[in-house]
């Protein structure tokens, strides 16, 4: 259905938009010729949320629609050309976006409650943690409900969801609908009893079956990007009936691996020592494959000259006890990131239909989105074959894209979390804030200019497979924990080793300058300020950072090119 075919939404909304893109224009000029950096705020520092983009206008809220992929590494944009066209060309681009402890269940807790995950503690994505471990009665998405938005989650929620227990009802999850939610179609881990009839479920792409407001949904034989596509763009005409804005958690399983096996995925490797890497994959449909081949010529992770770090000495036990990537190993991670290309590609072409549905029912003018993933991937880096978790660049760092009504144009350069989207979109919609909330929001930043980089940023993970030994500050319950700066990151582990960069001189982070001499003043300072931020709740976790370790966005700029130029020499990228 067509806009015009809805005059008294059409002018309701239509003047709104044109209202507040006339006052922000105004506020952006003003902004950028009063003050070089724009004000740090926060939507859990205050009874309310900061002034949002659409109360500019004292009218009309934005539409706010989050794609969130999952495990989509920041260097993986490039198959994604309409996210690139739609969003990231047409709005900011946030290069220090991170998701501070890199594993899909945990970082999908922090998005929805706003926290850590030293604060919301679900710390794994199996028992006794996954979804069971989630307190879900109030989220983001209950906020946004209450500020009188329609919301709705399309996709995956979090590892588990149907087979664990809920944690808010202590019943099955099956068909478990969180409050807060207009519309819920989500992907299911049920398993099926036998003679059930029913079958498939969140990591099998061409066997997606969903919870959907509360009943059972299968989807045979149909790809689940295109399942999560047409549901979405059902979602938005069915929202654009209604005077209400609405806000959607978009949340495909690509590029994360998943069923079913498929003929030319990258068979399993048995090292020298007797260990089996395998390559795990994302199915595709068969119209895709093959389309990357050429431009994909090795995994992003593996140096286009020589052996990935052949020196790992300087590198935990965790690293250093892995072997070399062997040339075999080396194909096949290829091949992983070739299917990988492919399935972000498949999901893309929906979400260029997606925003062509916008457009066909006037929403897009007045529709913040955000493109984005929940966590990076190793893809041969550090001798790491594959996964996550760990806190290095290409696990840490996340693809970040906002574009809008208002909203500028360009590269930002403050640092950006999972849960500070979580502030952000409250921000937007004028709602209330979550309680606790350790997340600062980033509309300041959406609509004017960018800021130094003067709070850290937390990272931790759980490893099963480290030992703990006492003594070593990790905080309980994690195996790592660190601390990343503008410049610096600091990696610690409950084994007692350690990890120091300067990513101004080893963007790669080839080499650690933990027992460096020259860096014993920069591993002591961090070391204290890691220990005042590790286990920080709400505004602690806010606090400014020592005058001599924030960095201006001119600076960030310059490394962030330098990054890059160390990334193409070294991987070929």
Not at 173 to 201: C, F
Not at 298 to 318: I, L, M
Request: aromatic share 10%; hydrophobic share 35%; glycine share 10%.
């Amino acid at each position: 259905m067509l806009r015009s075919s809805l005059p008294r939404r059409s002018v309701l909304r239509a003047s709104a938009v044109a209202a507040s893109a006339g006052l922000l224009a105004v506020g952006i000029v003003a902004a950028v010729t009063t003050a070089p950096t724009a004000p740090r705020s926060s939507a859990a520092s205050a009874p309310a949320a900061a002034p949002a983009i659409a109360a500019a206008a004292g009218e009309a809220k934005p539409n706010v629609l989050v794609v969130m992929l999952d495990d989509m590494r920041s260097d993986e944009m490039r198959f994604a050309p309409n996210a690139r066209k739609y969003v990231r060309s047409r709005g900011l681009d946030f290069r220090n976006s991170f998701s501070p402890y890199p594993l899909c269940c945990p970082a999908r807790a922090s998005f929805l409650l706003g926290k850590y995950a030293h604060n919301h503690r679900v710390l794994y994505h199996e028992a006794p943690y996954g979804f069971g471990a989630l307190d879900d009665h109030l989220t983001v998405a209950g906020r946004m409900q209450a500020a009188g938005y329609q919301t709705a989650l399309v996709g995956k929620y979090l590892n588990k969801y149907g087979d664990q227990k809920s944690r808010v009802t202590g019943r099955a999850s099956q068909h478990y609908v969180p409050a807060g939610w207009t519309d819920w179609m989500v992907g299911l881990e049920t398993r099926w009893p036998k003679g059930s009839g029913l079958h498939g479920n969140t990591y099998n792409y061409f066997d997606f079956t969903q919870n959907i407001n509360g009943k059972t949904v299968m989807h045979p034989g149909k790809y689940s990007s295109n399942v999560i596509g047409t549901e979405v763009r059902g979602l938005i005409t069915k929202y654009h009936r209604s005077s209400k804005p609405f806000f959607l958690w978009v949340t495909p399983v690509a590029p994360h691996h998943g069923g079913p096996r498929e003929s030319d995925d990258p068979a399993p490797y048995r090292e020298a020592s007797g260990r089996v890497q395998k390559f795990v994959t994302p199915a595709r449909p068969g119209w895709v494959k093959g389309r990357f081949d050429k431009q994909v010529t090795h995994a992003f992770g593996q140096p286009v000259h020589g052996p990935a770090e052949a020196d790992v000495r300087d590198k935990p036990r965790n690293i250093s006890r892995l072997a070399e990537t062997t040339p075999t190993e080396k194909r096949r991670l290829r091949d992983t990131e070739r299917q990988r290309a492919e399935s972000i590609y498949a999901w893309d072409v929906e979400f260029g239909k997606i925003v062509q549905r916008l457009k066909d029912t006037g929403e897009y003018a007045n529709t913040v989105i955000m493109f984005t993933s929940d966590n990076g991937y190793y893809l041969g880096e550090h001798r790491q074959r594959l996964g996550k978790i760990k806190a290095h660049e290409p696990v840490l760092h996340v693809p970040l894209a906002v574009a809008g009504p208002g909203i500028g144009a360009g590269a930002r350069y403050t640092p950006v979390t999972t849960f500070d989207l979580t502030a952000t979109i409250l921000d937007l919609g004028g709602a209330q804030p979550l309680p606790a909330m350790d997340g600062a929001s980033q509309a300041g930043v959406l609509r004017g200019p960018d800021r130094d980089w003067d709070t850290a940023v937390v990272t931790e993970g759980l490893l099963p497979d480290l030992r703990r030994k006492s003594g070593t500050g990790v905080p309980a319950g994690f195996t790592t924990s660190g601390l990343r700066t503008g410049r610096y990151k600091l990696i610690r582990y409950s084994t007692g080793e350690a990890e120091l960069y300067d990513l101004f001189r080893d963007p790669n982070e080839l080499t650690s300058v933990w027992k460096d001499p020259a860096y014993a003043g920069v591993r002591a300072q961090l070391t204290a300020l890691w220990a005042k931020y590790r286990s920080c709740a709400g505004a602690a976790c806010r606090a400014e950072l020592p005058k001599d370790l924030r960095t201006t966005p001119s600076e960030l700029a310059q490394q962030w090119s330098t990054a890059e130029r160390a990334k193409a020499r070294y991987y070929g990228r």
